[in-house]
C-alpha cells in the first residue's frame, strides 16, 4: 500500500498551492483520507479529512474557510486546495488514511504518504 503526494512547493503568502495524494496497491473504498502537517519544532497535527463515502469533510480551525479537501474516487485521489496561504501554513503535508469509526488522530492513521513541503514566503 502507497500514498503518493506531490504538489507541494513555494508560494507567497496570500497565494494558493493544491496537494495531491494518490493511493495504489489496494482498494479503500471503506478508508477515509485526509491531510496532516508538521512545522519544525512541532508535533504533527491534523488538517483536514474525508469519510470514506467522500462526505462531511472536516477542518481544523486554522485552515477552516481557506482549506477545501476533496477526492476523486476513480482516481483513488484525494486533493487539498490551499489557498490564502501565510507563514503559519509552512510545514512539511502528509496524507494519511485509516478505516471508519476512530478520529483524525497520528495515532489511529494506518498509512501515511511521504509528506510534502509547503513553504510560504512573506
Known amino acids: 500500500v502507497q500514498l503518493q503526494a506531490s504538489g507541494g512547493g513555494l508560494v507567497q503568502a496570500g497565494g494558493s498551492l493544491r496537494l495531491s495524494c494518490a493511493a495504489s496497491?489496494?482498494?479503500?473504498?471503506?478508508?477515509?483520507m485526509g491531510w496532516f502537517r508538521q512545522a519544525p519544532g512541532k508535533e504533527r497535527e491534523f488538517v483536514a479529512a474525508?469519510?470514506?463515502?467522500?462526505?462531511?469533510?472536516s477542518y481544523a480551525d486554522s485552515v477552516k474557510g481557506r482549506f477545501t479537501i476533496s477526492r476523486d474516487a476513480a482516481k483513488n485521489t484525494v486533493y487539498l486546495q490551499m489557498n490564502s496561504l501565510n507563514r503559519e501554513d509552512t510545514a512539511v503535508y502528509y496524507c494519511?488514511?485509516?478505516?471508519?469509526?476512530?478520529?483524525?488522530?497520528?495515532?489511529?492513521?494506518?498509512?501515511w504518504g511521504q509528506g510534502t513541503q509547503v513553504t510560504v514566503s512573506s
Open positions: 494519511a488514511a485509516k478505516g471508519p469509526g476512530s478520529p483524525w488522530s497520528s495515532r489511529f492513521i494506518e498509512y
Open positions: 496497491g489496494r482498494t479503500f473504498g471503506r478508508y477515509g
Open positions: 474525508l469519510r470514506w463515502t467522500g462526505d462531511s469533510p
